[in-house]
């Protein structure tokens, strides 16, 4: 700690502070343009500049740069640091339009504002502006307008230091200094919404917001943005009852104000005219449009009739918690069935799952190194790519990335390990290993590499303590029971590795937690573990273990399953194997879809119920750390549609069974009560302060103090003024934490949570390689196919072409040139697309990407065999 | 009084091929490096502290105190600066393309004694000519053992790089161009950290010296820094290259004993400049580059000093001496040389940025017959924004020191000429005869 004296008071400030942090600790607000504290200072604008008494006597210094110095006294508002402030200002307004009355920003701009509190009122510029075209495209959701930019570098400095795409920077210079692309590289970033968002002027503007609405005429709530399970702290803003602007929210531990462009546009599908609006009933083949007792009493009708056991429901991560818990309460205690699966055969096993020791962002992030066993995380959870890059790039984060073909972390990776698909078992053991043995197709330097990087993390723990698994699907023609063995081998060789689950859909996770799952009740608990507890809660609970989605599908072929529910699961989109969801969903003599837009498999239902979307109900969400987090309402949901829990409970009326609760926390209560893993996280600390950033549940026996940032600066985020409609309140600094309560439960016992090695993944040995085939790498784009992206205006014709990628060399040796069709051929289907080269791919191994065209043409889906360890494709020539 | 001292940079001066390593063995070429190589890099380096060799590039600082200031580390790096771009300065120009191979065996002499193994030469791109030679004198020197592996034998081992710039006055800037030598926009860094000798290019130690410091060591090692410091006086020791421009009979670059010898030799020696063209009176003169504070008169007989002109409120700078008569028009001088900051600001800093397109913009709508007299204030004040107290030397909100040099010619001009500024607003209309070329 230093002393110092800031505009006469005598302060503590931390040593290396800047002056800028220092003094808004104390209140004192000090004006900034290019300071964003979630980026590294430049000291460009000179808009701090502050008197700051040395050695050498009193000197304006920018206070974003200056660090405090023990015995500094600084004046932020004497007459020389005010005229400074000033000059600046009136400097910046020069070549600005003073466009206010049509600019976007007006009225939640800090070039505005701060014209108001430090400018010098009047401008004395009487010479002609500096022109520009306004507003020119930067990218295909991006808009820059020249004339009002401030040159303050946040949204280049963004591009390069936190997403690490640094497709625009600066062009010319003098004041004719513009932000510009490249020629012939748009700014197709991700990430582009963030420089919109932090711009603080008008000078960048979204397409999907632009001219939408009026700063004043905005209503926000705090929630979580569900669009993947990163669960990204956002403010929903409304406008006359309409959504029209998600900004991203300082949550430190999760999104730290960063949001991806699906995220942030993809609220658009809420609106979308695509949206169920009121039940469908199927008559004479037709769905027309029912009430909701008419629907519920066809679909209460059949349930009654058939047993139980022969219900499947599929999906579920679209829902909130509180759904989720519902309908697992449904179907277990009431319909008698425990064929629930929140996944679609994309994802890891649900024991798997709900027994990996947990690790959160922000503790991969500080890892003696992370291990990323995964897709490409950019197109998959791209907040957190964003976090793992940057915490790489500039923190000096050791990556060691496992994966078929090279990923958008393989730049910033200490070890980049390209392994044979389907052979990540193998991978896992040759990183686990003390003895240096081969891992097929990986490179020994890679290797080598990758194991000092280890040996490292291990030094100072040999239990493994300092590092972080991510785990998903790094491609989906690998099985998951691979990725399963593969992640069983890690916690074995090294027992204090945690893991965070790499899974993309939404609520997957929260799902999971509730029970959406075959074998697995609410609370992580294995069906065998909680029959006892749930038993006496619930009433009655299923005997017999249930199927999982693929194995439901299959027994709808067969007529063992006769009723399938879609929970807002779209199988014919999403399940990767696309000849047995299409056979499933034809034979299956009674569909229920339960979805917010219609999607090509809720098409195919005999009954269609319209749900409300995240943003139309209350309730909560959980990420892949275990956060739980609220979920705000901002709009009411579009006609008939109700949000899930109300679904299952009407159900269960009609059933002649009451699920015991009539409201989301009613529901969040018992959730609280029974969910063993969720013990403690009551819906007082969901809402207080320890709940701002969510609770990564299961609670710590005793509480960590969590730390928020002390207030929303309008400064770093403009348009956030403060979000007072929901739970968290805004405070400063430390925080009481949460622990879980401690002594005994009411009896039966409450049952345990389960350990690595619930579950049995056997261990599947690849087949050898084909010497006349590829193996076929698929996986998902971030903008794809998927019903509610498509509903998203913006962000629809972002989904990029399919094209199959092979490397130069291999394509020369087919006798083909780039950009013509080949057929690729698999022993389930095949397809024509053209080809495209790419010299990072490794030899042998073909890329083709999941769910970029509509179901009814053909794709990667059409390849892959659901119970394939992997799979061999051919590529022949057509003529 | 002009002095009989020693040619030390422009000894090969007058020879055609000056610039060929055939004329430079043939007139003592790398013989200061090889005396250099048989001494410690320790012993050089006192050699050049006992020198006492202010640094040319403007700013004058010590380069033996430059040097000892390193960081220690693996890798060391120096940067030669021939970034010369300040408008009426051509004395590197006049080096670079006059006796390249002179530099280089700086360079090396000065690599060898700070311990680098690489250096680069930042040489202007708009020195076609100057870039020309410099790769020639380049490749001759690998060729005579000058540079390479084992540089004459010694075991010591440099490369050089010659890297021509893009067209901008800021890389002249050291950190400016260390950045554009990175391959980055030519903007300077913020400080801290100060030095590049402590964090240079790409992070390492970098000395980074003028084109002219270098041509000036081979002679310092090879008749000993206390010969070198026997010239001038004080701190301002040895000969310097002074470009002298402007109203004067015989314009060009002169090698100049300093302190001895005053503006007032400078410009009227019938050996140097020979008085002001045409018998006219003088006016102004800039003593020290675009960015220096003018001179009047009363100031002809200051001694070419670093400290007597900082003294007096100006700087020698980079050594370019402008020499403006009676008939010069000082709205439209500040216009022009403010123009040149206003297109090279790199952009990064506000005041810099917009306030040197303001000035520019308001100098040029007086000097055509527009002005308001308060923009006479206006300016002062909007000067005073960009460099407070408008003191000297100027005090700086800016990153680099291009900001603060924007208000010298205005304030200059208005303080002493406020009379002729008032004309132009008067009269609305430039009261003073046309230029001979139009400006653009």
Not at chain 1, 529 to 537: F, L, P, T
Not at chain 1, 613 to 626: C, D, F, L, V
Not at chain 2, 408 to 414: A, D, E, L, N, Q
Request: proline share 7%.
């Amino acid at each position: 700690m230093v002393e110092i004296t800031l505009d006469g008071r005598a302060l503590q400030a931390e040593d290396g502070e800047l002056i800028i942090d220092a003094a808004e600790r104390a209140g004192v607000y000090i004006p900034r343009f290019c300071y964003h504290p979630r980026m590294k200072p430049v000291g460009m604008c000179r808009m701090c500049l502050v008197e700051v008494s040395g050695p050498r006597g009193a000197s304006l210094q920018p206070a974003c740069f200056m660090s405090v110095a023990d015995g500094q006294e600084i004046a932020t508002v004497s007459p020389a640091a005010r005229k400074a402030q000033e000059g600046v200002l009136e400097f910046l307004l020069v070549n600005h339009p003073l466009d206010c009355p049509v600019c976007d920003k007006g009225g939640e701009c800090p070039l505005q504002d701060q014209a108001v509190s430090c400018g010098p009122g009047e401008s004395r510029f009487v010479e002609e502006k500096r022109h520009w075209a306004k507003p020119i495209a930067l990218g295909p959701l991006t808009l820059l307008d020249r004339e009002r930019c401030i040159q303050c570098a946040r949204c280049t400095r963004f591009a390069e230091e936190i997403a690490g795409e640094p497709l625009i920077d600066f062009y010319g210079r003098g004041d004719g200094i513009e932000v510009a692309v490249f020629p012939e590289q748009p700014f197709t970033s991700y990430f582009s919404g963030n420089t919109v968002q932090i711009c603080p002027v008008g000078a960048l503007t979204s397409v999907p917001y632009r001219f939408k609405s009026r700063p004043w005429d905005l209503e926000q709530v705090e929630t979580t943005c569900t669009y993947c399970a990163v669960g990204c702290r956002v403010a929903a803003q409304s406008s006359a009852g309409s959504l029209v602007r998600y900004l991203g929210i300082d949550s430190d531990p999760v999104n730290q104000s960063w949001l991806c462009d699906r995220g942030r546009y993809g609220h658009e599908a809420t609106t979308s005219p695509a949206r169920l609006t009121s039940p469908l009933l199927r008559r004479q083949g037709d769905l027309v449009p029912v009430g909701w007792n008419e629907a519920l009493r066809a679909v209460a009708d059949r349930l009654r009739e058939v047993p139980g056991e022969t219900v499947g429901i599929i999906g579920g991560a679209r829902l909130a918690n509180e759904d989720a818990y519902a309908w697992s309460k449904l179907a277990r205690s009431v319909i008698g069935t425990d064929n629930l699966d929140a996944q679609l055969g994309d994802g890891l096993p649900a024991e798997l799952v709900c027994s990996l020791p947990r690790a959160t962002i922000e503790e991969a992030c500080s890892a003696k190194a992370v291990i990323v066993l995964a897709g490409d995380l950019r197109e998959d959870l791209p907040v957190l790519h964003l976090r793992l890059r940057a915490a790489a790039a500039n923190d000096g984060l050791q990556i060691v990335e496992c994966s078929p073909v090279p990923t958008s972390l393989s730049g910033v990776a200490a070890a980049c390990l390209l392994y044979r698909p389907g052979e990540s078992v193998a991978l896992a053991r040759g990183l686990s290993a003390s003895l240096p043995g081969d891992v097929p197709g990986v490179g020994s330097d890679a290797l080598a590499a990758a194991r000092r990087t280890l040996a490292g993390a291990l030094e100072s723990s040999p239990e493994g303590d300092g590092i972080v698994v991510v785990l998903g699907r790094p491609s989906l023609a690998e099985s998951a029971a691979q990725l399963a063995s593969a992640a069983a081998v890690l916690a074995e060789a090294w027992p204090g590795v945690r893991f965070l689950p790499a899974l993309r859909r939404s609520n997957v996770l929260g799902a999971l937690d509730m029970g959406l799952a075959p074998g697995v009740l609410p609370g992580r608990v294995s069906s065998d573990e909680g029959a006892e507890w749930y038993g006496a809660a619930w009433g009655s609970l299923p005997h017999k273990r249930g199927m999982d989605t693929a194995a439901m599908l299959e027994a709808a072929v067969s007529a063992e399953i006769g009723t399938l529910v879609l929970l807002g699961a779209d199988p014919l989109a999403d399940f990767p194997d696309r000849r047995l969801a299409t056979q499933a969903l034809e034979a299956v003599p009674f569909l229920v879809a339960v979805d917010a837009i219609a999607s090509p498999s809720s098409l195919l239902a005999d009954v269609v119920l319209p749900a409300a979307t995240s943003i139309e109900r209350a309730g909560s969400t959980t990420n892949i750390e275990g956060r739980v987090s609220r979920l705000a309402q901002k709009v009411v949901p579009p006609g008939q549609a109700r949000p899930d829990w109300i679904i299952a409970v009407e159900l269960a009326g009609l059933l002649g069974a009451d699920l015991g609760f009539g409201d989301v926390d009613g529901i969040w209560s018992e959730i609280e009560r029974l969910a063993p893993s969720h013990h403690g996280c009551s819906l007082h600390a969901l809402l207080g302060a320890a709940g701002a950033d969510g609770i990564v549940v299961p609670l710590p026996s005793v509480a960590v103090s969590p730390r928020r940032l002390d207030r929303i600066d309008p400064m770093a985020t403009p348009g956030i003024t403060s979000v007072d409609e929901q739970g968290a309140p805004l405070y400063a600094g430390a925080v009481a934490g949460v622990a879980a309560p401690g002594g005994d439960g009411p009896s039966p016992k409450r049952p345990a949570l389960m350990a690595m090695g619930t579950g049995h993944f056997a261990a599947p040995t690849s087949p050898p390689p084909d010497g006349y085939a590829f193996r076929l790498v698929t996986r998902r784009s971030l903008y794809d196919h998927g019903t509610l992206l498509q509903a998203a205006a913006s962000l629809s014709p972002l989904v990029p072409s399919q094209a199959l990628r092979l490397r130069p060399k291999e394509i020369e040796q087919l006798g083909v040139r780039q950009g013509d069709d080949v057929r690729v051929r698999s022993l389930t289907g095949e397809l024509i697309v053209p080809v495209v080269a790419d010299d990072t791919l490794p030899s042998g191994v073909a890329v083709l990407p999941f769910g970029v065209v509509p179901v009814d043409q053909p794709s990667a889906a059409d390849l892959l065999d659901a119970s394939a360890i992997v799979t061999h494709v051919r590529v022949e020539t057509l003529a | 009084m002009i002095t009989d001292h020693p040619r030390i940079v422009t000894a090969r001066m007058g020879y055609d091929d000056s610039h060929t390593l055939a004329r430079f063995l043939a007139t003592g070429g790398y013989d200061g490096l090889r005396k250099a190589l048989s001494m410690t890099p320790a012993q050089v380096q006192e050699e050049v502290n006992t020198a006492s060799l202010l640094g040319r590039g403007g700013a004058g600082f010590p380069a033996g105190r430059k040097w000892s200031m390193r960081r220690a580390a693996d890798t060391t790096y120096l940067v030669v600066n021939g970034d010369e771009s300040e408008p009426a300065t051509f004395k590197d120009h006049m080096l670079i393309e006059g006796d390249p191979h002179q530099i280089i065996e700086g360079a090396v002499i000065a690599a060898y004694a700070v311990g680098a193994s690489q250096a680069f030469l930042f040489c202007r791109g708009e020195f076609a000519l100057g870039y020309e030679r410099l790769l020639q004198a380049c490749n001759e020197a690998y060729g005579y053992g000058a540079l390479g592996p084992d540089i004459l034998g010694s075991g010591f081992a440099l490369d050089l790089v010659i890297h021509p710039g893009a067209g901008a006055y800021i890389c002249g800037d050291e950190t400016g161009l260390l950045e554009s030598l990175e391959g980055k926009r030519g903007f300077p860094r913020i400080k801290p950290p100060y030095f590049p000798a402590a964090i240079g290019l790409y992070g390492e130690p970098t000395i980074v010296n003028n084109v002219e410091t270098m041509a000036n060591l081979p002679w310092i090692i090879l008749n000993g820094g206390a010969a070198f410091a026997a010239l001038g006086a004080g701190s301002s020791a040895g000969t310097r290259l002074f470009a002298l421009s402007g109203h004067v009979e015989r314009p060009g670059c002169y090698e100049i004993e300093m302190s001895k010898t005053t503006f007032r030799d400078l410009i009227y020696d019938a050996s140097l400049g020979g008085g002001v063209r045409d018998g006219r009176q003088l006016k102004a003169f800039i003593p020290g580059g675009a960015s220096s504070p003018w001179f009047f008169p009363e100031h002809l007989d200051i001694g070419l000093d670093q400290d007597a002109v900082g003294k007096a409120g100006s700087m020698l700078g980079s050594g370019s001496v402008v020499v403006m008569d009676e008939s010069t028009c000082v709205v439209r001088a500040a216009w022009r040389i403010t123009r040149f900051f206003a297109r090279e600001s790199c952009g990064q800093c506000t005041p810099c940025r917009e306030g040197s397109g303001w000035a520019e913009k308001v100098l040029r709508r007086i000097e055509d017959g527009y002005g308001r007299e308060e923009d006479l204030d206006l300016l002062m004040d909007l000067c005073d924004n960009i460099a407070p107290g408008l003191g000297w030397p100027p005090k700086q909100t800016t990153i680099c020191p291009l900001g603060p040099s924007i208000p010298s010619p205005i304030v200059s001009g208005i303080t002493r000429f406020r009379d002729e500024f008032l004309l132009h607003v008067k009269e609305g209309a430039c009261p003073m005869p046309p230029d001979e070329v139009r400006r653009g």
